[in-house]
């Protein structure tokens, strides 16, 4: 399947599965305050879950709309927890009774065939830096510590008598809320109360600032015309520009919704400018190893060196046949008496546009009205892609 097929069908899993997302939540508000369940599977459920009935509906939801953005990232976890929500948002519209009850069984049956037949494209594995995993363990530890605490104080506690009650003052104390209806009535219990709210501020902050940091560095490159990961993971049967200027803009107007490519430039403001036109670009040096990995050289079909300078070019076509030997590398030299040496440097074959426009030229001024019909048409070519 082409990469453009491949990337539709992945689009469909993650929209589908943002669509149950949605149903789920929507169907789980509609059913708060609801104390029993009259859906096909009512008399086998359990009183205490028919209470929760609603808030599970709507939980599910918040759950499942994490999964359908941690599959928009590839993410290998997401596909496992999405395997195993879909089910569950089925079991709720038979449960739940209401008229968005159909919707998201037959929403959650379609999407989970989808999710399975697509395993392969969600293989990222969840990279978490050592600031988010320590936000991580301080959130955890925090409610471990303040859950275990204040049961262990119950008796100095007022309204704390469960587990459940510790968890929900725990929570209201941590993340500064505090509602008054769980109050400390000894010095030990009040002491214990500032120790959680103290944790609870700092790890709460924590988390936040390992959560946000990452989202404002992906804005900062996006700015500066940088694919996301998942972008390039998807690049297949692809064509790798190198450079981009004056030689590349006819060639960029070419490839454009016929074949995919990205393009390699180092120029940060012309990046930002492609990115803007929803070209594919990566803001690096052509010639390093790492962008034209990341761009998947591996799996290109082939690369156009036009840096419009011809040593970068030399080095580029280097660099890219040592990773890929068989890839079809074609360079538009700018001086032709560099002709010989990109071809030596391993282009498979080298364009000058200097050498063409003199052939034109020439052949033009001997009479030769077919070059002239040929010219005429090229510069009609390149005034029609200036307008558009």
Request: hydrophobic share 50%; net charge negative.
């Amino acid at each position: 399947m082409s990469s453009r097929g491949v990337l539709l069908r992945t689009r469909v899993a993650v929209v589908l599965v943002a669509l149950v997302a949605l149903l789920s939540f929507t169907t789980g508000v509609v059913n708060i305050g609801m104390t029993q369940i009259a859906g096909p599977l009512g008399p086998f459920i359990p009183d205490d879950v028919e209470q929760a009935a609603g808030f599970t509906g709507a939980l599910t939801g918040f759950l499942m709309l994490g999964s359908a953005f941690g599959l928009r990232r590839g993410l290998r976890v997401a596909w496992y927890s999405t395997v195993v929500l879909l089910p569950v948002t089925a079991a709720q519209g038979l449960a739940q009774s209401n008229v968005l009850s159909s919707p998201l069984i037959v929403l959650s049956l379609l999407s989970l065939p989808t999710v399975l037949i697509n395993y392969r494209r969600f293989d990222r594995p969840l990279a978490l830096s050592t600031t988010q995993l320590a936000a991580g363990a301080a959130l955890v530890g925090t409610m471990v510590y303040g859950t275990a605490g204040t049961y262990r104080l119950r008796g100095e506690f007022a309204n704390v008598e469960t587990v459940l009650d510790a968890v929900y003052y725990t929570i209201v104390t941590a993340s500064t809320v505090g509602y008054g209806d769980a109050i400390p009535e000894s010095q030990q219990a009040r002491l214990f109360s500032i120790s959680v709210l103290v944790l609870g501020v700092a790890s709460f902050t924590l988390a936040l600032g390992s959560l946000l940091g990452p989202a404002i560095e992906a804005r900062f490159a996006q700015a500066l015309g940088t694919m996301t990961d998942r972008q390039l993971e998807l690049l297949e049967d692809h064509v790798i520009v190198l450079g981009y200027g004056d030689l590349t803009e006819p060639i960029i107007e070419e490839l454009s919704g016929t074949t995919p490519f990205v393009v390699i430039t180092p120029d940060q403001d012309a990046a930002a400018h492609l990115n803007a036109r929803d070209i594919a670009v990566l803001s690096a040096d052509p010639s390093d190893e790492e962008p034209l990995h990341r761009a998947s050289i591996e799996d290109a079909r082939a690369v156009v060196a036009a840096t419009e300078n011809d040593a970068n070019d030399a080095l580029a076509i280097l660099t890219a046949k040592s990773l890929n030997a068989d890839l079809r590398v074609v360079a538009a030299a700018t001086d032709r008496e560099n002709v010989e040496k990109l071809r030596r440097a391993g282009a498979d074959s080298v364009i000058s546009p200097a050498v063409i426009g003199g052939h034109l030229l020439v052949e033009s001024a001997l009479g030769d009205e077919d070059v002239e019909t040929l010219a005429d048409r090229i510069l009609a070519n390149d005034g029609s892609g200036d307008e558009a």
